[in-house]
T-cell receptor, first 112, second 117 residues
Framework: QQQVKQSPQSLIVQKGGISIINCAYE??????FPWYQQFPGKGPALLIAIRPDVSEKKEGRFTISFNKSAKQFSLHIMDSQPGDSATYFC???????????FGSGTKLNVKP | NAGVMQNPRHLVRRRGQEARLRCSPM?????VYWYRQLPEEGLKFMVYLQKENIIDESGMPKERFSAEFPKEGPSILRIQQVVRGDSAAYFC???????????????FGSGTQLSVL
């Protein structure tokens, strides 16, 4: 069973728009939620991460919103740029075990 | 400080041959993970290793696949008697030791693209 469910599978956004990718989880023991960005032919790279003791974390144009009661978290990319076109993965892990569970990925295409 | 190094970058094998994929973790990292990615799909967990120990191999097929992370040298993912369905990108990642911190970061290599003819 998939521990982390991600949507949408693909997303097209105009330059300057807001890209929103959503993830949901079931395991309440998860306590670390990173987002990874992957360009074609490259490995995923950590973009931003959040712990459940805060509801939002912002780094530049990237923001994670976290809803603990709903067991959902989302990535918002403000002022989306063509250079943001990539595949984005959400992930989760528990406190005492270093196994990361990844979502199925969202392919973002930002149109110029 | 070099990142996670994987080699080869591309590997072509004929059906029935063996494939050996290597991964050198980042300096100071003692945890290694292997993930498999099919085109247009997500990352599927295969195995999680520490030095000389397999911590979790729940994502790895029971037959033909094996992994090791010896005391010295890189981690190796071995696929015996490859079949066409094994064609995929295989990513290695590493992290520091598990401690009290809950925000330990995972660093990925650039992957090995395995093609089985």
């Amino acid at each position: 069973q998939q521990q982390v469910k991600q949507s949408p599978q693909s997303l097209i956004v105009q330059k300057g728009g807001i890209s929103i990718i959503n993830c949901a989880y079931e395991n309440t023991a998860f306590d670390y939620f990173p987002w990874y960005q992957q360009f074609p032919g490259k490995g995923p790279a950590l973009l931003i991460a959040i712990r459940p003791d805060v509801s939002e974390k912002k780094e530049g144009r990237f923001t994670i919103s976290f809803n603990k009661s709903a067991k959902q978290f989302s990535l918002h990319i403000m002022d989306s740029q063509p250079g943001d076109s990539a595949t984005y993965f959400c992930a989760a892990k528990t406190y005492n075990f270093n196994k990361f569970y990844f979502g199925s990925g969202t392919k973002l295409n930002v149109k110029p | 400080n070099a990142g996670v190094m994987q080699n080869p970058r591309h590997l072509v094998r004929r059906r029935g041959q063996e494939a050996r994929l290597r991964c050198s973790p980042m300096k100071g990292h003692s945890h290694v993970y292997w993930y498999r990615q099919l085109p247009e799909e997500g990352l599927k967990f295969m195995v999680y290793l520490q030095k000389e120990n397999i911590i979790d191999e729940s994502g790895m097929p029971k037959e033909r696949f094996s992994a090791e992370f010896p005391k010295e040298g890189p981690s190796i993912l071995r696929i015996q008697q490859v079949v066409r369905g094994d064609s995929a990108a295989y990513f290695c990642a590493s992290s520091q030791r598990t401690g009290l911190a809950t925000n330990e970061k995972l660093f990925f290599g650039s992957g090995t693209q395995l093609s089985v003819l």
